[in-house]
C-alpha cells in the first residue's frame, strides 16, 4: 500500500473515530493507536502521545456538542476528571517500563476485555436509565482506575466510564455519554502532558487526524439522539476483537523470541 493511500486510510479512520465518540461517548479511542501504528506506520510511543491528543481534543469538542443540549453533568464530570487526571499522569510514566510488542498485546487483551462486554452486557447503559444514588469515593476510585489505563495505553477509556457514570453518577445514558467525554478529555490532556516529557510527536500528522477525527465526532453528535446504539455496540464489539487479534498474530513472534 503506497504511503498517500495508508494516509487516506488512516484519515477515513479517523473519522470513524469521531463519530463512535460523539455517538457512544467513547469506543473509537481504543483504535486510534493501532490506526497510527499499523496504518499510518508511527512508532508505539509515539503513537500513545499522539492518540491522547487526538483523542483530548476531539472529546473536548464533542463535550461542547452534548452541552448545547444539557447533556453533561459537570459534578460527575469533575468528579471522574480529576480522580483520572491523577492516574493518567501516573499511567503515562509507566509505559516506557514495557517493549512496543508486550504494549501491543496489553491493547489487545484490554480490546478483547471491552468487546466481550459489550456483546454480553450490550443492553446494560439502554436497560438502566434511571437515578442512581452518588458515590463520591467509587467514583473517585473508578475514575483513578480508567485515567490510569489512558495514561499507560493511550486509550480515552470511554468504554469504561460510561457504566461507572451511569451505575456511581446518577445519570441518564445520554447524560452519561456527554459526560464521558469531558472525562475523557480531561484524563487525555493529562496524560500527554505525561508523554510529552519523554518525546516529540508529528503535530502536523497529529492535527490533520484531529480535524477528520473533530468532523467524525459532529457527525456522531447529532445521531446521538436519534439512533439506538444497540446494533452499533455489537458491530464495534466484532470489530475490536479482529483489530485485537491482528495485534495479537503482529507482535506474537517478538513476544516469543
Known sequence: MSEMMRLALGLVLSVAIGTSLGLLGGGGSIITVPVLVYVLGVDTYRAIGMSLAVVGATSLIGAALHQRHGQVNLKAGATFGVSGAAGALIGARLTYLLSPPVLQVAFAALMLIVAVLMLAREQTAEAIDGPRRFNPVKAAAAGMTVGALTGFLGVGGGFLIVPALIFFGELTVHEAIGTSL???????????????????????LTSLITLCAVSGALIGTALSNRTSSRNLRKSFAVFVIIVALFLVAENYAALID
Open 182 to 204: 469531558l472525562v475523557i478529555a480531561i484524563n487525555s490532556f493529562a496524560g500527554l502532558i505525561g508523554h510529552l516529557e519523554r518525546g516529540r510527536f508529528d503535530w502536523r
